[in-house]
């Protein structure tokens, strides 16, 4: 069961944008699976969302309505379902940035330990290009992340305060 566990959780830390896999069940013999099973297996699906797991047996493959997509093709969503959508994408933003922050660290602890072996000072120019180089791209991915979320918090933010047509005043 613990193996079946850290199988998990190792599958939805490694699957940044993949919030769900498959679990497909064929006699005794359990696989999990990104993708949906083959028709032999029966199907249970597990879905991680804001830190919480599901499992649905889903034999047959659900048809999800995709919000970019509904958004698109000119239907409208609700203004709750709008606001669950985007603080949902800037609570995935912030979990990335914090993985980037734990990427930087450990690559650095990783340049360290070659410096260290390769019996280099620390005012070695190799040494520091190294460590500049890779500040300048976490420093990038965390900025682009940052800016991704400050734009979405603006958005939310014009959404929270949006007065609905029927809400307007009539001196309007």
Not at 152 to 170: F, M, N
Request: glycine share 2%.
């Amino acid at each position: 069961m613990l193996t079946i566990v850290c199988l998990l959780s190792t599958l939805m830390l490694n699957s940044a944008h993949a919030n769900s896999i498959y679990r497909c069940v064929k006699g005794d013999k359990i696989v999990f699976s990104q993708t949906i099973c083959p028709k032999e297996f029966s199907q249970h699906k597990i879905e991680y969302e804001l830190g919480i797991t599901t499992e649905t047996d889903s034999d047959k493959p659900a048809k999800k309505l995709d919000p970019l997509q509904v958004l698109l093709s000119k239907k409208t969503i609700s203004k709750e379902k709008l606001q669950l959508l985007v603080n949902s994408e800037i609570y995935r933003l912030n979990q990335e940035k914090s993985y980037f922050d734990i990427l930087k660290a450990s690559e650095f602890q990783k340049i360290e330990r070659k410096r260290y072996w390769e019996k280099k000072q620390k005012d070695d120019p190799e040494y520091l290009t190294e460590v500049e180089e890779m500040n300048k791209y976490f420093d990038d991915l965390i900025r682009n992340n940052q800016q991704a979320i400050d734009l979405l918090q603006s958005h939310l933010s014009r959404v929270e305060t949006k007065v609905a047509p029927e809400d307007k005043p009539a001196n309007q």
